[in-house]
């Protein structure tokens, strides 16, 4: 698992890399992360209604043989949990996930504390943390 400070610049990275399509839950502290991922030539966005959901899609394009990446902010990553652990790792399927890691809140403190060590415990191996600002607007 990687941890970044910042998102500045990810996105085209990760095109450069190989990844064509973004699918993820809206998140304000990704906003800059997904406004350069609108931005991007070339690439499919999809925006989902919750994580479990991007998860799945982003599955079913790696079974397509199209890198995927997932973006979410870690409130919503235990809602990930299920299709990570029931789906996309016993199928060896990894589309990379962009956390956005929230801390400073009453609702984001427990998820903040224990969001890499999760990831960690289910031993996802293609995970990005943002530890950027604390966004909470």
Known sequence: MKTVTSADGLAQQLVGEGYRLFVGVPDSGLRGFIEDVD???GVEHVIATWEAEAVAIAAGAELAGTKACVYLQNAGLGHAINPLTSLCIPYGLTPLLVVGHRHTLP???VMGRV???LLE???YPLAILVHGPNNEG
Do not use: R
């Open 39 to 41: 931005a991007l030539d």
């Open 107 to 109: 609702q984001h403190e």
């Open 115 to 117: 969001d890499a060590a």
């Open 121 to 123: 415990l289910i031993d």
